[in-house]
């Protein structure tokens, strides 16, 4: 079992920068793949940052060569650098880490969420 915390959430203008971080505890974090999950107000959220456990990335056309998703398995600690912010960006951005056993079985661990704010 995975327990997620996130941080890092904030107010900033169009054009600036956050860091996002989503601390693990409970289990061997290197061994689970993790991404991020914004979720616009009044929206369905989507998955649009990935790094595997052997840290192979990958990205959703909306977030492409402005966000960076990076780990840090000595500190238990994923993070995601959003550059370029945009007012679109606005949303509640939760980090999810999951694993899967070799019979094909998943457990799927989700943060509590934390708020973005981007202003024009």
């Known amino acids: 079992q995975v327990q997620l915390v996130e941080s890092g959430g904030g107010l900033v203008q169009a054009g600036g920068a956050l860091r996002l971080s989503c601390a693990a505890s409970g289990s061997i974090f290197s061994l689970y793949d993790m991404g991020w999950c914004p979720q616009p107000p009044g929206k369905q959220l989507e998955l649009v940052a990935i790094i595997s456990s052997s840290r192979r990335t990958n990205y959703a056309d909306s977030v492409m060569g402005r966000f960076t998703v990076s780990r840090d398995n000595d500190k238990n600690t994923g993070y995601l650098q959003m550059n370029s912010l945009k007012p679109e960006d606005t949303a509640v951005y939760y980090c999810?880490?999951?694993?899967?056993?070799?019979?094909?079985?998943?457990?799927?661990?989700w943060g509590q969420g934390t708020q973005v704010t981007v202003s024009s």
């Open positions: 999810k880490a999951w694993i899967t056993s070799g019979s094909g079985y998943r457990s799927e661990y």
